[in-house]
């Protein structure tokens, strides 16, 4: 282990209450009724629909004529826009799970930004409402209503009021007060223009001599329409099929393909247990790139004071709440 990384072990279930509080405790109050109509956004099935269709037909080039440097460039945006969205969005921004020095949330803004999932602001507040109201109207991807909509449908339609008006009950003052969030906020679409579309399509050109077609179908619109489905199963496959090691009583599960799909975050039920929880699963590095990433900075001092759950926390909940305590497939998968 790296000698400076800075861990805040939260080791009593009276700390976990306090913590969870922090993090806005789920809330049990009744959502009232509201007068709801579903509204289909046309100009976002038909942008969709567009983007997956180019996405094939950039996999057909990939195959077809494109240079190994091309396949590798668009593999590794999607492994980094990935971290953009998992070490940045999620665990930093949305979760507070660690702190990181101004140089890396630079740097993650950037990968943020070029995975294109809406601002920081924007996509922490959703979240933020997601786990508080997981399985509601308030949540924007509510896994009840089917696969479809927790995967992307949710993008394809006007938002439920509930969304809107728990989501507006939240604090989100700490994300206004970072420099780098309301920068994102304010350039977004001239960011995204340049880090999601410009950038991944002039570098293979100018760097290897891929042509501006082959780069903009694979590194732009395949690589984008990838990451953006690897980060869709965590709402719907990890809150659908899967093990509750953790707790049985909520939907979010562990979820194999989305643990290697969403660079480490398809331990969806440890998660939603632990969210405050910086390395989102008990195993460590094990299948886990963002941990890594993470730790790696931490060795630096550019994340410090990461807040991880205890062996015995966790082992506690675990008995106390998990579906399966002693089971072989839990000792097989998680030692
Ligand atoms: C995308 C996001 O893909 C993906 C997020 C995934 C999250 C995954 C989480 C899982 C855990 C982490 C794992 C990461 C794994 C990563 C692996 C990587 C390999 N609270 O939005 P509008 C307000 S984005 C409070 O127009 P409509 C809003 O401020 C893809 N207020 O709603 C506004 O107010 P005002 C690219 C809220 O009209 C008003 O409501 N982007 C909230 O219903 C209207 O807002 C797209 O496709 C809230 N929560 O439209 C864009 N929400 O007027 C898609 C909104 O005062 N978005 N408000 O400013 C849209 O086109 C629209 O938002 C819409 C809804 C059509 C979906
Ligand atoms: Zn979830
Ligand atoms: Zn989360």
Redesign the pocket.
């Known amino acids: 282990m790296a000698p400076n990384l800075r861990f805040t072990k939260i080791v009593s279930a009276e700390e976990e209450i306090e913590k969870l509080k922090l993090d806005q405790i789920k809330d049990e109050t009744q959502l009232k009724t509201y007068d709801y109509k579903l ?1 289909i ?1 046309w ?2 099935v038909a ?2 629909g567009a983007l997956h269709l180019s996405a094939i037909y950039g996999m057909y080039l990939m195959i077809a004529s494109a240079k190994w440097q091309t396949n590798l460039f668009a593999f590794l945006l ?2 980094f ?3 953009g ?2 070490a940045g ?2 665990r930093l921004w ?1 979760h507070r799970s660690y702190k990181a020095k101004f140089p890396l949330r630079v740097f993650l803004m950037i990968l943020d930004t070029v ?4 601002d920081i602001y ?2 922490s ?3 933020r ?2 786990h508080k109201y997981s399985e509601t109207d308030a949540d ?2 509510n896994a009840t209503r089917g696969f479809f909509f927790s995967h ?1 449908g ?6 439920h009021p509930a ?6 009950q ?1 604090d989100m003052s700490d994300l206004l007060k970072d420099p780098i969030v309301r920068f994102q906020k304010k350039y977004y679409l001239s960011l995204v223009l340049l880090f999601c579309f410009i950038l991944p399509t002039m570098i293979p050109n100018y760097m290897w001599g891929e042509s501006i077609y082959n780069a903009f179908y694979i590194c732009a619109l395949w690589r984008y329409c990838w ?2 489905n ?3 199963l ?2 719907s496959a ?1 809150h659908m099929f899967g093990n509750k090691p953790y707790d049985k009583r909520i939907s979010p599960t562990e979820n194999l393909a989305t643990i290697f ?3 480490g ?1 398809g331990f ?1 039920n440890f ?1 939603h247990t632990f969210p405050w929880s910086y390395d989102a699963s008990e195993l460590g590095l094990k299948y886990n790139i963002t941990t890594g990433f993470i730790n790696f900075f931490a060795f630096f001092g550019q994340a410090y004071d990461l807040k991880i759950a205890s062996k015995k926390i966790i082992k506690d909940r675990r008995l106390r709440t998990g579906d399966r305590p002693n089971d072989l497939e839990y000792k097989f998968f998680y030692n």
């Open positions: 509204q956004v100009r976002n942008i969709m999607y492994i826009s990935g971290i969205i998992t969005a999620h949305a995975a294109f999932q809406n924007e996509w507040r959703d979240h409402v997601h924007p991807h992307v949710w993008l394809l339609c006007r938002k969304v809107i008006e728990k989501g507006s939240l990451t953006l690897m980060t869709w965590v709402n990890a799909g969403a660079v975050e969806h998660h």
